[in-house]
């Protein structure tokens, strides 16, 4: 008799329907919080007004009703974003009091996720439908988080690299440079495939591959910056000619205070769409040049003040850069290990197509002007390495985090795929040399060939060159 009276007594009474509810949370619009820390969530269910819930006996029946309603979270991009509750329970007191309910989540991967909030259980509204939508107005922007680690990787390395460009520069010979400066084929072929066919690739294969927009601008910047000090290493480990290489990066980071705006607001312009306040980073292209002029210049002194100090840090020359190199990579990757999660298939096509056609094309321009092998190298390898610092500066300054860490990506993919075949090639070349007798190592010595013609009698020059190669 019980179950019948109140049977009949809650088909008297309207049902809560949905229309009559709303959620209110309490982050609108866009929410940025940082990476891997717990963040709370207040959600309130609550009806739409009082006077609308005592004319319709809403809540004679929300007092005496035992049922729940159920609010549950999903998220546009789940991967990113981890909820340690996406459901939280509503009972009839508390909707009617408005009571707030905690969901709690974590962010791992920067980048931008929609929550969207559907009441899932109505247990007053017999036919309710699952799945009705509350809201979806919320965005969650994860920021890349301060990391000690970052401090110390870049202090590190950097005195790491001021003491090996003042070993390298100890190395060099300023009347080799000189006749490379007064017949410059080499810097001339440097220029043009740095400046002509890198930005070319970068935007065709950006284009093709990313539907991103940030990718492809990321990518792009990356194929506009200049040559670094990484390729004057690497033009060394594999005895390339040193004295072009470091001169070519001089000359081409001069060159990118003019070469980069050309490019980014010409054909990067179809890629500014909703960034078009970037920010050329002169200062940092200004640095950039003197944290390498200045430490070769040192070097350059060291050499004609105290050249036995230079045939002393000739001998720790490559071991320390190639040690350079692979802190650079290992350190780096631990540093930067969500980068290589969030990294596509298509990123690291993209990066590996780049870099070969940077090596190939760069050596043909190179054959096509008649230069030595050594300089074949030394342009090929400064052709297909960029310097990558430049990118990310001009990145940071012209888009927000964690924007301009999510367009950073693509160049990060790329130096993934650059070095680790280069650790390969070079280890296998050596193999090759010392098991197999192939792959001579006097291939520097024909660095003056086509250059130092007025030297050919400096047996100075001669002697250092033949050491080099060694």
Same mark, same amino acid.
């Given at each position: 008799?019980?179950?019948?009276?109140?049977?009949?007594?809650?088909?008297?009474?309207?049902? &809560?329907?949905?229309?009559?509810?709303?959620?209110?949370?309490?982050?609108?619009?866009?929410?940025?919080?940082?990476? %891997?820390?717990?963040?709370?969530?207040?959600?309130?269910?609550?009806?739409?007004?009082?006077?609308?819930?005592?004319?319709?006996?809403?809540?004679?029946?929300?007092?005496?009703?035992?049922?729940?309603?159920?609010?549950?979270?999903? &998220?546009?991009?789940?991967? *990113?974003?981890?909820?340690?509750?996406?459901?939280?329970?509503?009972?009839?007191?508390?909707?009617?009091?408005?009571?707030?309910?905690?969901?709690?989540?974590?962010?791992?991967?920067?980048?931008?996720?929609?929550?969207?909030?559907?009441?899932?259980?109505? %247990?007053?509204? =017999?036919?309710?439908?699952?799945?009705?939508?509350?809201?979806?107005?919320?965005?969650?922007?994860? +920021?890349?988080?301060?990391? &000690?680690? %970052?401090?110390?990787?870049?202090?590190?390395?950097?005195?790491?690299?001021?003491?090996?460009?003042?070993?390298?520069?100890?190395?060099?010979?300023?009347?080799?440079?000189? *006749?490379?400066?007064?017949?410059?084929?080499?810097?001339?072929?440097?220029?043009?495939?740095?400046?002509?066919?890198?930005?070319?690739?970068?935007?065709?294969?950006?284009?093709?591959? #990313?539907?991103?927009?940030?990718?492809?601008?990321?990518?792009?910047?990356?194929?506009?910056?200049?040559?670094?000090?990484?390729?004057?290493?690497?033009?060394?480990?594999?005895?390339?000619?040193?004295?072009?290489?470091?001169?070519?990066?001089?000359?081409? $980071?001069?060159?990118?205070?003019?070469?980069? =705006?050309?490019?980014?607001?010409?054909?990067?312009?179809?890629?500014?769409?909703?960034? +078009?306040?970037?920010?050329?980073?002169?200062?940092?292209?200004?640095?950039?040049?003197?944290?390498?002029?200045?430490?070769?210049?040192?070097?350059?002194?060291?050499?004609?003040?105290?050249?036995?100090?230079?045939?002393?840090?000739?001998?720790?020359?490559?071991?320390?850069?190639?040690?350079?190199?692979?802190?650079?990579?290992?350190?780096?990757?631990?540093?930067?290990?969500?980068?290589?999660?969030?990294?596509?298939?298509?990123?690291?096509? *993209?990066?590996?197509?780049?870099?070969?056609?940077?090596?190939?094309?760069?050596?043909?321009?190179?054959?096509?002007?008649?230069?030595?092998?050594?300089?074949?190298?030394?342009?090929?390898?400064? $052709?297909?390495?960029?310097?990558?610092?430049?990118? #990310?500066?001009?990145?940071?300054?012209?888009?927000?985090?964690?924007?301009?860490?999510?367009?950073?990506?693509? &160049?990060?993919?790329?130096?993934?795929?650059?070095?680790?075949?280069?650790?390969?090639?070079?280890?296998?070349?050596?193999?090759?040399?010392?098991?197999?007798?192939?792959?001579?190592?006097?291939?520097?010595?024909?660095?003056?060939?086509?250059?130092?013609?007025?030297?050919?009698?400096?047996?100075?020059?001669?002697?250092?060159?033949?050491?080099?190669?060694?």
């Amino acid at each position: 008799m019980l179950r019948l009276l109140w049977s009949l007594a809650f088909m008297t009474i309207p049902s &809560v329907d949905c229309s009559s509810l709303y959620l209110e949370t309490f982050h609108t619009g866009i929410w940025k919080v940082p990476e %891997d820390v717990i963040h709370t969530l207040n959600v309130s269910l609550r009806l739409n007004s009082s006077q609308d819930a005592n004319e319709y006996g809403f809540t004679k029946q929300l007092e005496n009703a035992k049922s729940l309603l159920m609010v549950e979270v999903f &998220v546009e991009g789940e991967w *990113a974003v981890k909820f340690a509750n996406r459901s939280s329970p509503f009972t009839a007191d508390e909707v009617l009091k408005g009571v707030n309910k905690s969901l709690q989540f974590s962010g791992f991967y920067w980048g931008i996720s929609r929550l969207s909030f559907f009441l899932t259980r109505n %247990d007053f509204d =017999p036919e309710f439908e699952n799945m009705t939508l509350l809201r979806d107005d919320l965005e969650v922007v994860i +920021d890349r988080g301060s990391i &000690v680690l %970052d401090t110390v990787f870049i202090a590190i390395g950097s005195v790491f690299l001021l003491f090996n460009n003042i070993n390298m520069g100890a190395q060099l010979d300023m009347n080799i440079i000189l *006749a490379v400066l007064k017949r410059p084929l080499g810097p001339l072929c440097g220029f043009l495939s740095q400046f002509i066919i890198m930005p070319t690739i970068t935007w065709i294969m950006g284009n093709v591959l #990313f539907d991103n927009p940030l990718h492809k601008l990321g990518l792009f910047t990356y194929g506009c910056s200049p040559g670094g000090t990484g390729s004057n290493f690497w033009t060394l480990m594999f005895n390339g000619d040193i004295n072009l290489s470091i001169t070519m990066t001089i000359i081409s $980071t001069i060159a990118a205070m003019g070469m980069m =705006p050309l490019w980014m607001f010409t054909l990067g312009a179809s890629l500014l769409e909703e960034n +078009d306040d970037l920010q050329i980073p002169f200062t940092n292209l200004a640095v950039s040049l003197a944290a390498l002029t200045i430490p070769i210049s040192i070097g350059i002194l060291i050499r004609i003040k105290r050249p036995h100090w230079a045939e002393r840090g000739k001998r720790v020359l490559k071991p320390f850069s190639f040690f350079i190199l692979i802190f650079f990579m290992v350190v780096g990757t631990i540093n930067s290990y969500k980068v290589v999660l969030m990294m596509t298939w298509q990123m690291a096509a *993209a990066g590996l197509f780049v870099m070969l056609c940077g090596y190939t094309l760069g050596a043909l321009m190179a054959r096509a002007m008649c230069l030595s092998k050594s300089q074949i190298i030394a342009v090929s390898i400064e $052709t297909a390495l960029q310097n990558p610092g430049i990118a #990310f500066i001009l990145l940071k300054l012209s888009l927000e985090s964690p924007y301009s860490d999510l367009a950073s990506i693509p &160049v990060i993919a790329t130096l993934f795929m650059t070095g680790p075949p280069l650790i390969f090639v070079f280890v296998a070349y050596h193999v090759a040399w010392k098991y197999c007798g192939c792959c001579p190592e006097d291939s520097a010595n024909q660095d003056t060939k086509t250059n130092a013609t007025p030297m050919e009698e400096n047996t100075e020059t001669n002697k250092f060159l033949s050491d080099l190669g060694k």
